[in-house]
Structure formats: structure tokens, C-alpha cells
């Protein structure tokens, strides 16, 4: 058994998730051995943990235009890694998904990174990310850790998530789109053709 599969089992075993493995439901992430380029965002959506396809809806669709790739780019080119704060579906809450569980990226995250050495930018999707991930490095707000997201490269990318939910954000800030997608896109296409 590799240690990929090997870390998968000690995550289904977790007492932590064993609500989840009692129905059946699988941790949902993944691992790329040669990932370039790194996906972290809150939790799998409700769609993607039934179908057991991550970003599989229409935050998914949104993103992967923001990333300048095709679907079959963002699920085949062998270059992505998808890791979220949580591995399984949290339920959902009054405005939205629920947030992830306290201490799950905290005992899976790093077993899981290791098992991909050449992940050179980390995209830090929405707030839960970003405040796990940059810590006192982010700014007051969302919107202002967006708007300096140069400040964080060239390890992470901070962007607002993807949600239809966030649609009015996006009209409220159009330089989100006109300036900042298209600096993603270019660095998302430098590690792709690398």
C-alpha cells in the first residue's frame, strides 16, 4: 500500500469523520504527484460530495473561467491538487454552506501536502482559507487580502470564492475580474506550460 492510500485509510478510520464513513461517504481531495498548482478552499459542496467530483457545479464552472481552463484541463492535465479545509460536506448553514470543522486541516493537511512536493502556487479560495493559511498576514478584510493579492505571491494566490452567492461582491468590485483574473490566469498558465 502507498502512503497516499495509506493516509485515505487513517481518514476514513478517524473517529473525527466516523459519521460519514458509517454512511458511506468518502473524504473528497486530490492528490496529483506532479500537482504545480494547489486548490484550497472551505469544504467539497453537496453536489460534489454526492458525485464524488470535486468543484463539480456551478462555483466549479466559474472558478475553472477564472483559471483559464477547460474542464477536461482542470480535471486531466495531471497538474492540480484540490485540498480543502475539509474533506467532507458540512451541511448547510442560514447564508450558505456551513464553515469547516476545527482541527481537520489541522491533523490531514500536511500528511496530505507531502504527497505533493512540486506544488509551487497554493490558490487560498474565500475567507476560511485565507485566515487558516496566511494568518496575521491577510488583511482586515476579504475584499482588501483580494485586492493585495500580489503581496502573497509567488507562494499564494488569495481570490473571493467562486459561489453564486458572491455575484453581487463581484459587481460591486469589478477590478476582482478585470484586473485580477487575468493575472491568475496568466500564472496558472506559466505552471501548466511549464
Given at each position: 500500500?502507498?502512503?497516499?492510500?495509506?493516509?485515505?485509510?487513517?481518514?476514513?478510520?478517524?473517529?473525527?469523520?466516523a459519521d460519514f464513513t458509517k454512511q458511506g461517504i468518502e473524504p473528497l481531495y486530490h492528490v496529483e504527484p506532479e500537482a504545480r498548482i494547489l486548490i484550497i478552499s472551505q469544504a467539497?459542496?453537496?453536489?460534489?460530495?454526492?458525485?464524488?467530483?470535486?468543484?463539480?457545479?456551478p462555483s466549479g464552472d466559474r472558478l475553472r473561467s477564472w483559471m483559464g481552463m477547460s474542464r477536461?484541463?482542470?480535471?486531466?492535465?495531471?497538474?492540480?491538487?484540490?485540498?480543502?479545509?475539509?474533506?467532507?460536506?458540512?451541511?448547510?448553514?442560514?447564508?450558505?454552506d456551513l464553515p469547516p470543522r476545527k482541527g481537520f486541516a489541522e491533523k490531514w493537511h500536511?500528511?496530505?501536502?507531502?504527497?505533493?512536493?512540486?506544488?509551487?502556487?497554493?490558490?487560498?479560495?474565500?475567507?476560511y482559507a485565507q485566515k487558516?493559511?496566511?494568518?496575521?498576514?491577510?488583511?482586515?478584510?476579504?475584499?482588501?487580502?483580494v485586492a493585495h493579492y500580489r503581496d502573497y505571491l509567488p507562494e499564494y494566490f488569495p481570490i473571493v470564492h467562486p459561489s453564486p452567492l458572491n455575484y453581487g461582491w463581484?459587481?460591486?468590485?469589478?477590478?476582482?475580474?478585470?484586473?485580477v483574473v487575468p493575472e491568475?490566469?496568466?500564472?496558472?498558465?506559466?505552471?501548466?506550460d511549464a
Open positions: 500500500m502507498g502512503r497516499a492510500e495509506e493516509i485515505y485509510r487513517e481518514i476514513m478510520a478517524d473517529p473525527q469523520n467539497p459542496s453537496r453536489k460534489g460530495q454526492e458525485s464524488m467530483t470535486y468543484w463539480d457545479d477536461d484541463e482542470f480535471y486531466h492535465s495531471g497538474k492540480l491538487g484540490v485540498v480543502p479545509l475539509d474533506f467532507y460536506f458540512p451541511g448547510k448553514g442560514k447564508q450558505g500536511q500528511p496530505v501536502l507531502e504527497l505533493m512536493p512540486k506544488v509551487s502556487l497554493t490558490l487560498l479560495i474565500g475567507a487558516y493559511y496566511l494568518q496575521k498576514r491577510r488583511q482586515k478584510t476579504l475584499t482588501e487580502t463581484m459587481h460591486q468590485h469589478p477590478w476582482f475580474e478585470g484586473e491568475l490566469q496568466a500564472e496558472i498558465r506559466r505552471l501548466l
